[in-house]
């Protein structure tokens, strides 16, 4: 549809050990029953502030992203997302991610997608909330085979910081298409709210919740979509 060095020793407290712990076991024990539908990555993953100019990060995520089924109903499908963020500015980072289904990949098959995405920072980083415009252009690609081309566009911002915890929220809009000329295309709706964790100056830990109404034009369906993603990031300077 629409369309997320140096060796560093973490300390991290318990109960945050608990929780990620707690979430990583639950992705990676759950039992996968989703089709072979086109799935699409929702999710945004935002670094712990505004990134300044020639800093990045590289995230992975385990995230139960909404697949499109028959009829155009969603199922939930556990997957796998990598996500690089560079920023060539204060204001301006891109990211680059790529997502599959992990029953998928078990078989050495790719269902899934790549996104690109631009982010604007319309304040500054040091304000006490910092708002950004991001900008998504999304393919979704089964096997060989592009499924379905989209875009997105966010609203998002982060919260003050509460200690290692720094809360942040969005709110966009999004679309997909496979084909304008059958109508086989939707839009909808997307939100987003999530937590970066940073767990020390390199490695930052995210929990994100993350929801979807959408509408299939072609079966003229109206469907709801809630579902958690976690990550772990390394963040890097080049300056």
């Known amino acids: 549809m629409f369309y997320g060095t140096n060796i560093t020793i973490i300390s991290i407290s318990l109960p945050v050990k608990n929780t990620i712990f707690f979430l990583l076991a639950f ?9 072979c539908g086109s799935i699409y990555s929702p999710t945004l993953t935002l670094p712990h502030e505004p990134l300044s100019k020639n800093e990045g990060q590289i995230t992975g995520a385990l995230s139960g992203l909404p697949q499109n089924g028959d009829h155009g109903d969603l199922g939930l499908t556990y997957s796998g997302e990598r996500q690089i963020s560079y920023a060539f500015s204060d204001r301006i980072s891109v990211q680059l991610k790529a997502w599959s289904q ?6 050495i098959h790719y269902n899934g997608g790549t996104s690109a995405s631009l982010t604007y920072l319309l304040n500054s980083k040091n304000d006490n909330i910092p708002l950004a ?9 089964d096997g ?6 989209g875009g997105s566009l966010h609203l998002a911002t982060w919260l003050p910081e509460v200690g ?3 809360p942040y929220a969005a709110v966009g809009l999004g679309m997909m298409a496979v084909n304008f000329n059958t109508n086989d295309w939707g839009y909808g709706g997307i939100m987003n709210a999530g937590t970066s964790i940073k767990l ?17 034009v072609y079966y003229r369906t109206i469907t709801g979509y ?11 300077n080049n300056n």
């Open 200 to 216: 020390s100056d390199n490695f930052r830990a995210n929990v994100e919740v993350f929801g979807i109404l959408q509408r299939y």
């Open 164 to 166: 290692i915890f720094r």
């Open 102 to 107: 992990l029953s998928e990949l078990y078989h």
């Open 144 to 149: 060989r085979n592009i499924d379905a081309n």
């Open 226 to 236: 809630l579902a958690p993603s976690i990550s772990l990031s390394w963040h890097f």
């Open 133 to 141: 415009v991001i900008a998504t252009s999304s393919m979704l690609i």
């Open 27 to 35: 992705f990676i024990s759950a039992t996968i029953f989703s089709g």
